[in-house]
T-cell receptor
C-alpha cells in the first residue's frame, strides 16, 4: 500500500551543491511529475514524464533535470542549488495524463543556504 | 494574471457550519476540475473530480462547475475539526495541461 514514495523528507544544502530527490511509485502509472510548492504560489509543475524514456519540461524547469529509465522511478536532480530553490517538492503519478487524478507523495522539504 | 484564482484565506468556521470554497479561471480549454485536500506537512489528496459543468455530491462534499462563468465551488456540509486543511482547486485541459490554485486554508473550530 506504498503509493508514491519520496526520499529524503528533509534536506539542507549549501549554494552550489547538487543533489537528487528520489520518487518511486508502485501503481504502474505511466504519468509522473514533479511540482514545487511555495507560499502563495500553489503547485507549479517542474518536469513530467508520460512513460519510460520520455520526459518534458513544465512551467518552472530551470535548474532541474529528470530522467525516466523505468516506469516506477522518476528522480529529480538539482544541478547547482540556489536559495531560490528552497521549497517543498512533491512527486505525483497518475494512470492518465489527461484525467487529473494525481496521487502525491508526502513531499521533500529542501532548504538551500 | 494567474490562470486560476483562489482566495488564500484563512477561512474560519464553527463546527457544523457549511464551508464554501471557490475558484475562478480564465482558460476556457479546461475540462477536468478537481479539488484536493492537503493537511499540514502532507501531500495533497484528491477529494472531488468532475468533468465539464454540473454538480457532483460525495457524502458531505459537493462540487459545482459553471463553465459559462468559469467558476468552480466546493461545499462541505456539517464541517468537522478534521476538515481543517488547505483545499486546492485544480483543472486540466484535454492535453493534460494542469493548473492549480494557490489553496484556501480552512479552520473548523470546535
Amino acid at each position: 500500500n506504498a503509493g508514491v514514495t519520496q526520499t529524503p523528507k528533509f534536506q539542507v544544502l549549501k549554494t552550489g551543491q547538487s543533489m537528487t530527490l528520489q520518487c518511486a511509485q508502485d501503481m504502474n502509472h505511466e504519468y509522473m511529475s514533479w511540482y514545487r510548492q511555495d507560499p502563495g504560489m500553489g503547485l507549479r509543475l517542474i518536469h513530467y514524464s508520460v512513460g519510460a524514456g520520455i520526459t518534458d519540461q513544465g512551467e518552472v524547469p530551470n535548474g532541474y533535470n529528470v530522467s525516466r529509465s523505468t516506469t516506477e522511478d522518476f528522480p529529480l536532480r538539482l544541478l547547482s542549488a540556489a536559495p531560490s530553490q528552497t521549497s517543498v517538492y512533491f512527486c505525483a503519478s497518475s494512470p492518465s495524463r489527461v484525467t487529473g487524478e494525481l496521487f502525491f507523495g508526502e513531499g521533500s522539504r529542501l532548504t538551500v543556504l | 494574471q494567474k490562470e486560476v484564482e483562489q482566495d488564500p484565506g484563512p477561512l474560519s468556521v464553527p463546527e457544523g457550519a457549511i464551508v464554501s470554497l471557490n475558484c475562478t479561471y480564465s482558460n476556457s480549454a479546461f475540462q477536468y476540475f478537481m479539488w484536493y485536500r492537503q493537511y499540514s506537512r502532507k501531500g495533497p489528496e484528491l477529494l472531488m473530480y468532475t468533468y465539464s459543468s454540473g454538480n457532483k455530491e460525495d457524502g458531505r462534499f459537493t462540487a459545482q462547475v459553471d463553465k459559462s462563468s468559469k467558476y468552480i465551488s466546493l461545499f462541505i456540509r456539517d464541517s468537522q475539526p478534521s476538515d481543517s486543511a488547505t483545499y486546492l482547486c485544480a483543472m486540466s485541459d484535454s492535453w493534460g495541461k494542469f493548473q492549480f490554485g494557490a489553496g484556501t486554508q480552512v479552520v473548523v473550530t470546535p
